[in-house]
C-alpha cells in the first residue's frame, strides 16, 4: 500500500491498473468513467492534474445551476477516487478537494437562492458555517455536509415585503434542496441542519444574534467541540468569520472546562456502548464509530485540543492530523503518539473511502462475503484478509491510545461519610481533634460557602474530598493546610472547574497542597482567581517567561476594543506572575531568575497598556505631532529584579513642546493632554477588573513630587534634574531605565540622565546627604521581622545607599542593574568581591520572603525548609548565619568608605 500521505509517482501500467480496479469492483466508478470518456482518456495517460481542472469545468456549459453542479461533482469524484487508486493523490488532498468542492457547491447554491427572489444581489447578510469534516477540509468520498445556515437580518438581500426571518428560511430550503435532490445527473451533498443550534424547535436558518445567545448560554458541550472544527465556506464569508470571532470564548475557554472534557469522554463511552458492531475488525465493523475507528482519533484530539487550546493558540487546528502534530509540538503530547495517531487516522480514512466508492453510498461499516473482497481488492489488497490484517493492527493502535485518555469505568459517584466514618478516615490520616474537624469538613456543603452551594458544585466536590483530605494530611503541616484550604474557598465565588480540574489532574493536587501551606499570598490569589491553577497543567507552567517582546506579543489582542485589552494583560500578567509564584517554592528556578522575569513581565504590561491606552485617548483627542508620552522605571522596576509584591516606580514624560496641541476633535494643550493620558496609563495598570487588579503605581519619584504634575516634558525634567533635584533624586536616577518611548526619546533621555549622574560633586557634602537620609528612614521605617532583608541594619537598603553613594562620588557604574553596578564598583577596586555575594544572598531572601514569610518572620517548618533551599541553605538557622554574615560584609564596607560603624544584631 503507498503511504497516504504522500504523491506516487505512478507508472503508465499503474493508472491502467487503477482504472481495471475501477471498473471491476466499483459499479459507480464504471457507470461515471463510461459517462466520462474524456477525463478516462486523461487519468489512463496519466494526466491527474488536468483530469482534476477538467473535471471543476464539466458543468460550465450547463445553464441550470443543479444541473452544473452535479456533473462537476460526478467528474470530481471520479477523478479523485482513481487518483487515489493509484497512489497519486495523498488522502490529505483528496479530503481538501471535496471539501473545496462543498464550499463551491454551497456558495452557488446560496447565492442562486438568494437572486431567486432578489436578482443580481450578493450573498451578503448569508453565512454558511461549516462544521465536522467539511470544516476541518476533511470530507469523505461519499459524505455529506452538516452547514449551519445563519442570517444578518440589517444586511440581507430580500424583496421589501418578505420579513428577514422568513426570507432566510425560504433561501434555506432552497439551498438544502438545490444539493441533495437525487435527479436524472445525480445529487450534489446531502445537507444535514441538524447541528444548528435547538435543531428540534429552531428554523432552518437562525440570526446571527440568536445563535449567538445560544453558544453563550445554552450550548451543550458537544457543540463546543463541533466548533473546534467550524470555517466560514460559503455565502458571506466575512460575517462568517467575525461571526466565529464572537463564538471564540465559547470554544476556547482560559479557564478550563473540565466538566466539558467529562461530557465528551461520557459522549464517547456511550457511543461504544451503543455500538452494536464486533469489536475487532470483520464483517459489520464500522472504520468511524467502532473501537479504534475514525472516531476514537479524532475525539483524542479535539479532547487534548479543548483542554490546551484556550490557553495555547497553536491549538486551534481544524485538521484532525494536523491538530495532531501541533499537540505534540506544544508538548501536550508525544511524538509517538502524534504519529500512531496520525498514520492510522490516514489509513483508516482511505479504507472509509475504498468503502464508500463502491456504490457511492454514505457507508463505514465492513461488508462480508464477495463484497468484503470486493473492496479489498479494489484497494489493492491482495484479499480481505489481508485488508482486515491492517485493519486490526491500526484500530488496536488507536484503541489502546484513546482507552489511556479515557476511563468509561471510573466512578465519581463519591459522597461524604457520615460524621462517625469521617472521624475515623481523619483520625487515620493523623489530622488532630478528628471529631471536631469532620463537623468542619461537613459544614463546608452546607451552604454557607458561597461555591459550594450549587448540586453540581457539590457533586464535583465530594468527588475530590477523599482525594483532597489524603493530601492535605501530608501536608508539613496538616492543620494549617486545612485551613488554608476552608479560606480558599470561602473566598472563591466559584470553583467547580477547580474541582473537575483536581479529579483530572491529580498531579496538580499536590503543587495545590504546596501553594495553601507554603506560600499565603498564592493561596490568596486562588480564592479570588481558582482558575489560576489551570496554568499549572502546562509543561511551559515551569519555564520563565520569554523576552518583553515574547510577552507584549502574548499579552496584544488584534483589535482596538481597549476594554478586552485590559483583561488581556490582566490574565497573561496574573497566570504569569501566579506560575513565577509556583516555581518559586518548588525551587524551579533561581529566586533571581525569578524577579528578572517578573521585571519583564511589568515591562511588557506597561508597554501594552501605554500602548492601548494612546490608540483609546487618540480617538476623543487625537495626537500631537512630534510628541509621545515616555516612561522611565525606578527602583527595582528600572533595575529589573521585580519581587511578587512590588509597587511600579515610575516617571512620566513626553517628548516636544509644551506648547503643541492635538489634532482630534477635542483638541488639548500638550501638558494636558499627557497628564490625563498618564492618568489613564497609571488607570489602566491600577484599577481592578473582573480579572483583578495588576500593580500599585508609584508616581512620587516624578520632578517635584506629588506637588508636582503627573507628566512633564523632556526639557523641564532635563532643567529639573540639573538644577534644583535632590541628592536622594540623583541616587533614584541611578537605576532608572527608559521603558516606553521610540528609540529617539530612549536616546535622548538616556543622554540627559548620564549627563546628570555624571556631574562633578561635593564628596563630603554628598556624604552628608546621604547619610542623613538613611538616619532618617531608619527612623521612621523599622524592620518588620528577622528576615527583613531591606530595612535591617546592613540589609539592601544600606547596600543600595552605599552604592549609590559611590556611583555619584565618583561618577562610574551608573548602570540601572544592581548587580553589575556592583561588579564595576570592584573592578574599579572601590568595594570587595564579598559585596556581590552579599547582594545576591539578600535579593534571594527578598524576592523568596515575600511568598514564603511575608510577615518576614520565622515561617512555619514547610515553608522555612523551602525558604532556606531557595538562599542555597541547608535550613533556616543556617540562612539566618548567612543573612548575619552577609549584612556584616555591609556594614563592614560602610565603616570603609563612610567611617562609620553599624551595628549588626545577629
Same mark, same amino acid.
Given at each position: 500500500?503507498?503511504?497516504?500521505?504522500?504523491?506516487?509517482?505512478?507508472?503508465?501500467?499503474?493508472? %491502467?491498473?487503477?482504472?481495471?480496479?475501477?471498473?471491476? =469492483?466499483?459499479?459507480?466508478?464504471?457507470?461515471?468513467?463510461?459517462?466520462?470518456?474524456?477525463?478516462?482518456?486523461?487519468?489512463?495517460?496519466? /494526466?491527474?492534474?488536468?483530469?482534476?481542472?477538467?473535471?471543476?469545468?464539466? *458543468?460550465?456549459?450547463?445553464?441550470?445551476?443543479?444541473?452544473?453542479?452535479?456533473? /462537476?461533482?460526478?467528474?470530481?469524484?471520479?477523478?479523485?477516487?482513481?487518483?487515489?487508486?493509484?497512489?497519486?493523490?495523498?488522502?490529505?488532498?483528496?479530503?481538501?478537494?471535496?471539501?473545496?468542492?462543498?464550499?463551491?457547491?454551497?456558495?452557488?447554491?446560496?447565492?442562486?437562492?438568494?437572486?431567486?427572489?432578489?436578482?443580481?444581489? #450578493?450573498?451578503?447578510? =448569508?453565512?454558511?458555517?461549516?462544521? +465536522?469534516?467539511?470544516?476541518? #477540509?476533511?470530507?469523505?468520498?461519499?459524505?455529506?455536509?452538516?452547514?449551519?445556515? @445563519?442570517?444578518?437580518?440589517?444586511?440581507?438581500?430580500?424583496?421589501?415585503?418578505?420579513?428577514?426571518?422568513?426570507?432566510?428560511?425560504?433561501?434555506?430550503?432552497?439551498?438544502?434542496?438545490?444539493?441533495?435532490?437525487?435527479?436524472?445527473? *445525480?445529487?450534489?451533498?446531502?445537507?444535514?441542519?441538524?447541528?444548528?443550534?435547538?435543531?428540534?424547535?429552531?428554523?432552518?436558518?437562525?440570526? !446571527?444574534?440568536?445563535?449567538?445567545?445560544?453558544?453563550?448560554?445554552?450550548?451543550?458541550?458537544?457543540?463546543?467541540?463541533?466548533?473546534?472544527?467550524?470555517?466560514?465556506?460559503?455565502?458571506?464569508?466575512?460575517?462568517?468569520?467575525?461571526?466565529?470571532?464572537?463564538?471564540?470564548?465559547?470554544?476556547?475557554?482560559?479557564?478550563?472546562?473540565?466538566?466539558?472534557?467529562?461530557?465528551?469522554?461520557?459522549?464517547?463511552?456511550?457511543?461504544?456502548? $451503543?455500538?452494536?458492531?464486533?469489536?475487532?475488525?470483520?464483517?459489520?465493523?464500522?472504520?468511524?464509530?467502532?473501537?479504534? +475507528?475514525?472516531?476514537?482519533?479524532?475525539?483524542?484530539?479535539?479532547?487534548?485540543?479543548?483542554?490546551?487550546?484556550?490557553?495555547?493558540?497553536?491549538?486551534?487546528?481544524?485538521?484532525?492530523?494536523?491538530?495532531?502534530?501541533?499537540?505534540?509540538?506544544?508538548?501536550?503530547?508525544?511524538?509517538?503518539?502524534?504519529?500512531?495517531?496520525?498514520?492510522?487516522?490516514? %489509513?483508516?480514512?482511505?479504507?472509509?473511502?475504498?468503502?464508500?466508492?463502491?456504490?457511492?453510498?454514505?457507508?463505514?461499516?465492513?461488508?462480508?462475503?464477495?463484497?468484503?473482497?470486493?473492496?479489498?481488492?479494489?484497494?489493492?489488497?491482495?484479499?480481505?484478509?489481508?485488508?482486515?490484517?491492517? @485493519?486490526?493492527?491500526?484500530?488496536?493502535?488507536?484503541?489502546?491510545?484513546?482507552?489511556?485518555?479515557?476511563?468509561?469505568?471510573?466512578?465519581?459517584?463519591?459522597?461524604?461519610?457520615?460524621?462517625?466514618?469521617?472521624?475515623?478516615?481523619?483520625?487515620?490520616?493523623? =489530622?488532630?481533634?478528628?471529631?471536631?474537624?469532620?463537623?468542619?469538613?461537613?459544614?463546608?456543603?452546607?451552604?454557607?460557602?458561597?461555591?459550594?452551594?450549587?448540586?453540581?458544585?457539590?457533586?464535583?466536590?465530594?468527588?475530590?474530598?477523599?482525594?483532597?483530605?489524603?493530601?492535605?494530611?501530608?501536608?508539613?503541616?496538616?492543620?494549617?493546610?486545612?485551613?488554608?484550604?476552608?479560606?480558599?474557598?470561602?473566598?472563591?465565588?466559584?470553583?467547580?472547574?477547580?474541582?473537575?480540574?483536581?479529579?483530572?489532574?491529580?498531579?496538580?493536587?499536590?503543587? @495545590?497542597?504546596?501553594?495553601?501551606?507554603?506560600?499565603?499570598?498564592?493561596?490568596?490569589?486562588?480564592?479570588?482567581?481558582?482558575?489560576?491553577?489551570?496554568?499549572?497543567?502546562?509543561?511551559?507552567?515551569?519555564?520563565?517567561?520569554?523576552?518583553?517582546?515574547?510577552?507584549?506579543?502574548?499579552?496584544?489582542?488584534?483589535?482596538?476594543?481597549?476594554?478586552?485589552?485590559?483583561?488581556?494583560?490582566?490574565?497573561?500578567?496574573?497566570?504569569?506572575?501566579?506560575?513565577?509564584?509556583?516555581?518559586?517554592?518548588?525551587?524551579?528556578?533561581?529566586?533571581?531568575?525569578?524577579?528578572?522575569?517578573?521585571?519583564?513581565?511589568? /515591562?511588557?504590561?506597561?508597554?501594552?497598556?501605554?500602548?492601548?491606552?494612546?490608540?483609546?485617548?487618540?480617538?476623543?483627542?487625537?495626537?500631537? /505631532?512630534?510628541?509621545?508620552?515616555?516612561?522611565?522605571?525606578?527602583?527595582?522596576?528600572?533595575?529589573?529584579?521585580?519581587?511578587?509584591?512590588?509597587?511600579?516606580?515610575?516617571?512620566?514624560?513626553?517628548?516636544?513642546?509644551?506648547?503643541?496641541?492635538?489634532?482630534?476633535? %477635542?483638541?488639548?494643550?500638550?501638558?494636558?493632554?499627557?497628564?490625563?493620558?498618564?492618568?489613564?496609563?497609571?488607570?489602566?495598570?491600577?484599577?481592578?477588573?473582573?480579572?483583578?487588579?495588576?500593580?500599585?503605581?508609584?508616581?512620587? @519619584?516624578?520632578?517635584?513630587?506629588?506637588?508636582?504634575?503627573?507628566? !512633564?516634558?523632556?526639557?523641564?525634567?532635563?532643567?529639573?534634574?540639573?538644577?534644583?533635584?535632590? $541628592?536622594?533624586?540623583?541616587?533614584?536616577?541611578?537605576?532608572?531605565?527608559?521603558?516606553?518611548?521610540?528609540?529617539?526619546?530612549?536616546?535622548?533621555?538616556?543622554?540627559?540622565?548620564?549627563?546628570?549622574? +555624571?556631574?562633578?560633586?561635593?564628596?563630603?557634602?554628598?556624604?552628608?546627604?546621604?547619610?542623613?537620609?538613611?538616619?532618617?528612614?531608619?527612623?521612621?521605617?523599622?524592620?518588620?521581622?528577622?528576615?527583613?532583608?531591606?530595612?535591617?541594619?546592613?540589609?539592601?537598603?544600606?547596600?543600595?545607599?552605599?552604592?549609590?553613594?559611590?556611583?555619584?562620588?565618583?561618577?562610574?557604574?551608573?548602570?540601572?542593574?544592581?548587580?553589575?553596578?556592583?561588579?564595576?564598583?570592584?573592578?574599579?577596586?572601590?568595594?570587595?568581591?564579598?559585596?556581590?555575594?552579599?547582594?545576591?544572598?539578600? $535579593?534571594?531572601?527578598?524576592?523568596?520572603?515575600?511568598?514564603?514569610?511575608?510577615?518576614?518572620?520565622?515561617?512555619?517548618?514547610?515553608?522555612?525548609?523551602?525558604?532556606?533551599?531557595?538562599?542555597?541553605?541547608?535550613?533556616?538557622?543556617?540562612?539566618?548565619? !548567612?543573612?548575619?554574615?552577609?549584612?556584616?560584609?555591609?556594614?563592614?564596607?560602610?565603616?570603609?568608605?563612610?567611617?562609620?560603624?553599624?551595628?549588626?544584631?545577629?
Amino acid at each position: 500500500m503507498t503511504d497516504a500521505r504522500k504523491n506516487a509517482v505512478v507508472t503508465p501500467a499503474g493508472w %491502467r491498473d487503477a482504472l481495471d480496479r475501477a471498473r471491476e =469492483f466499483s459499479p459507480f466508478l464504471c457507470q461515471s468513467l463510461d459517462r466520462l470518456p474524456d477525463l478516462e482518456a486523461q487519468l489512463a495517460a496519466g /494526466e491527474v492534474e488536468a483530469a482534476i481542472v477538467w473535471a471543476k469545468q464539466a *458543468g460550465d456549459d450547463a445553464s441550470d445551476h443543479g444541473v452544473a453542479m452535479r456533473r /462537476e461533482r460526478l467528474a470530481l469524484a471520479a477523478a479523485l477516487a482513481v487518483g487515489d487508486l493509484a497512489g497519486a493523490l495523498p488522502v490529505e488532498r483528496v479530503m481538501r478537494e471535496l471539501s473545496d468542492l462543498a464550499d463551491r457547491s454551497l456558495d452557488r447554491a446560496i447565492t442562486a437562492a438568494i437572486q431567486k427572489r432578489v436578482p443580481d444581489a #450578493q450573498p451578503q447578510g =448569508f453565512i454558511g458555517i461549516a462544521l +465536522g469534516k467539511h470544516g476541518a #477540509q476533511e470530507l469523505n468520498y461519499s459524505s455529506d455536509i452538516d452547514p449551519i445556515l @445563519l442570517f444578518d437580518p440589517e444586511t440581507l438581500p430580500r424583496r421589501d415585503r418578505d420579513e428577514p426571518g422568513e426570507a432566510a428560511q425560504r433561501y434555506a430550503r432552497d439551498v438544502v434542496q438545490m444539493l441533495s435532490n437525487n435527479t436524472a445527473e *445525480g445529487y450534489v451533498f446531502r445537507v444535514d441542519l441538524r447541528l444548528r443550534p435547538a435543531s428540534e424547535v429552531s428554523p432552518l436558518a437562525i440570526s !446571527v444574534n440568536g445563535a449567538l445567545t445560544h453558544y453563550e448560554s445554552l450550548a451543550l458541550p458537544w457543540e463546543r467541540a463541533a466548533y473546534i472544527r467550524a470555517r466560514a465556506a460559503s455565502g458571506d464569508v466575512k460575517a462568517g468569520e467575525a461571526f466565529l470571532g464572537a463564538v471564540q470564548p465559547f470554544v476556547w475557554r482560559r479557564s478550563l472546562d473540565f466538566g466539558a472534557i467529562t461530557e465528551i469522554t461520557r459522549l464517547t463511552a456511550r457511543i461504544r456502548e $451503543t455500538y452494536k458492531g464486533p469489536l475487532t475488525p470483520g464483517p459489520s465493523y464500522n472504520v468511524k464509530q467502532g473501537r479504534g +475507528g475514525i472516531r476514537e482519533v479524532e475525539f483524542f484530539a479535539q479532547t487534548h485540543q479543548l483542554i490546551h487550546g484556550g490557553r495555547d493558540p497553536s491549538l486551534r487546528q481544524r485538521g484532525t492530523r494536523a491538530a495532531l502534530d501541533a499537540l505534540a509540538a506544544s508538548g501536550r503530547i508525544d511524538m509517538a503518539a502524534a504519529s500512531d495517531m496520525g498514520d492510522a487516522y490516514d %489509513r483508516l480514512r482511505v479504507i472509509e473511502h475504498r468503502l464508500q466508492m463502491v456504490h457511492d453510498h454514505q457507508t463505514h461499516t465492513l461488508p462480508d462475503g464477495e463484497a468484503l473482497e470486493n473492496v479489498a481488492r479494489l484497494s489493492g489488497y491482495s484479499g480481505a484478509h489481508a485488508l482486515l490484517e491492517e @485493519l486490526q493492527s491500526i484500530s488496536e493502535t488507536v484503541a489502546t491510545r484513546f482507552d489511556a485518555l479515557i476511563d468509561p469505568e471510573k466512578d465519581t459517584s463519591v459522597t461524604v461519610p457520615s460524621g462517625d466514618a469521617l472521624a475515623r478516615d481523619l483520625a487515620q490520616l493523623g =489530622f488532630a481533634g478528628p471529631d471536631t474537624l469532620a463537623e468542619r469538613v461537613r459544614g463546608w456543603t452546607d451552604g454557607h460557602i458561597q461555591c459550594l452551594r450549587s448540586s453540581a458544585a457539590v457533586e464535583a466536590f465530594e468527588a475530590i474530598l477523599p482525594t483532597v483530605l489524603e493530601a492535605l494530611s501530608e501536608a508539613a503541616d496538616p492543620d494549617r493546610a486545612i485551613l488554608r484550604w476552608e479560606a480558599m474557598l470561602s473566598k472563591a465565588s466559584s470553583a467547580i472547574n477547580l474541582f473537575r480540574l483536581l479529579e483530572a489532574r491529580p498531579g496538580v493536587l499536590e503543587q @495545590l497542597v504546596h501553594i495553601l501551606t507554603l506560600a499565603e499570598p498564592l493561596a490568596d490569589e486562588l480564592g479570588t482567581r481558582p482558575e489560576l491553577l489551570d496554568t499549572l497543567i502546562d509543561r511551559s507552567a515551569f519555564e520563565l517567561p520569554g523576552s518583553v517582546d515574547d510577552l507584549v506579543q502574548a499579552m496584544t489582542i488584534p483589535d482596538d476594543d481597549y476594554e478586552r485589552q485590559l483583561d488581556r494583560i490582566r490574565i497573561i500578567t496574573g497566570e504569569k506572575r501566579f506560575a513565577l509564584g509556583v516555581q518559586l517554592i518548588e525551587a524551579a528556578h533561581d529566586p533571581l531568575a525569578i524577579a528578572a522575569a517578573l521585571s519583564r513581565l511589568a /515591562e511588557a504590561g506597561l508597554i501594552v497598556a501605554c500602548s492601548a491606552a494612546s490608540a483609546e485617548y487618540a480617538q476623543a483627542h487625537g495626537r500631537i /505631532e512630534g510628541a509621545e508620552l515616555a516612561v522611565i522605571g525606578l527602583g527595582r522596576l528600572g533595575g529589573g529584579a521585580l519581587t511578587h509584591a512590588s509597587d511600579l516606580d515610575i516617571v512620566y514624560l513626553f517628548t516636544g513642546s509644551h506648547e503643541g496641541e492635538s489634532d482630534g476633535p %477635542r483638541p488639548l494643550g500638550a501638558t494636558l493632554y499627557f497628564n490625563r493620558l498618564a492618568q489613564r496609563v497609571s488607570g489602566a495598570l491600577s484599577v481592578p477588573t473582573a480579572h483583578g487588579a495588576l500593580y500599585e503605581v508609584d508616581t512620587r @519619584l516624578r520632578p517635584q513630587g506629588a506637588q508636582g504634575p503627573l507628566a !512633564v516634558s523632556v526639557d523641564s525634567f532635563a532643567r529639573y534634574q540639573r538644577e534644583e533635584a535632590w $541628592t536622594w533624586e540623583h541616587m533614584a536616577l541611578t537605576r532608572a531605565r527608559v521603558l516606553v518611548g521610540s528609540e529617539s526619546a530612549k536616546s535622548e533621555l538616556g543622554a540627559i540622565m548620564q549627563d546628570v549622574l +555624571g556631574q562633578p560633586r561635593d564628596a563630603a557634602k554628598l556624604r552628608e546627604d546621604v547619610l542623613k537620609m538613611r538616619a532618617d528612614m531608619a527612623a521612621h521605617k523599622q524592620a518588620k521581622g528577622q528576615l527583613d532583608a531591606k530595612l535591617l541594619r546592613g540589609g539592601l537598603v544600606d547596600l543600595e545607599f552605599l552604592v549609590h553613594y559611590l556611583q555619584l562620588r565618583d561618577r562610574i557604574a551608573a548602570v540601572p542593574d544592581l548587580g553589575n553596578a556592583i561588579g564595576n564598583l570592584i573592578e574599579a577596586k572601590l568595594v570587595k568581591s564579598d559585596l556581590l555575594d552579599a547582594y545576591h544572598m539578600m $535579593t534571594r531572601l527578598l524576592v523568596s520572603a515575600r511568598l514564603l514569610a511575608p510577615d518576614l518572620d520565622r515561617p512555619a517548618p514547610g515553608a522555612a525548609a523551602v525558604l532556606a533551599q531557595s538562599c542555597n541553605c541547608q535550613d533556616l538557622d543556617a540562612l539566618l548565619r !548567612v543573612f548575619t554574615a552577609a549584612r556584616r560584609c555591609v556594614a563592614a564596607h560602610w565603616q570603609d568608605i563612610f567611617d562609620l560603624e553599624l551595628e549588626i544584631a545577629p
